[in-house]
Nanobody, 124 residues
């Protein structure tokens, strides 16, 4: 079992930045691959970013590539999402998750544990 708590969301103007944090407890965090997803009202959950347990590999969704950066601190049991050059279309609830099943890192069904989400709203 693992418990995830996201924080750092809020209201920001277009072009601004936010850093999301996801604190993990329970299961050994340092051996788990982690992902960030987002979901806007009326839309499907969308892959945002992924990081290997070691931090040596990262992947991004096409819509955030070059603007967002995922990182992790295995001592603090925390994964981060630095979001720069935010756009109104980035508005969504953002979720971190632990990948526990083999398969594509962009597939939400490969993730077993999810946080409660943190809202990001970007105004134009």
């Amino acid at each position: 079992q693992v418990h995830l708590v996201e924080s750092g969301g809020g209201l920001v103007q277009a072009g601004g930045s936010l850093r999301l944090s996801c604190a993990a407890s329970g299961r050994t965090f340092s051996t788990n691959d982690m992902g960030w997803f987002r979901q806007a009202p009326g839309k499907e959950r969308e892959f945002v970013a992924f990081i290997l347990w070691s931090g040596t590999g990262t992947y991004y969704g096409d819509s955030v590539k070059g603007r967002f950066t995922i990182s992790r601190d295995n001592v603090k049991n925390t994964v981060y999402l630095q979001m720069n050059s935010l756009k109104p279309e980035d508005t969504a609830a953002y979720y971190c998750a632990v990948r526990t099943y083999l398969g594509s890192y962009y597939d939400p069904s490969r993730y077993e544990y999810w946080g409660q989400g943190t809202q990001v709203t970007v105004s134009s």
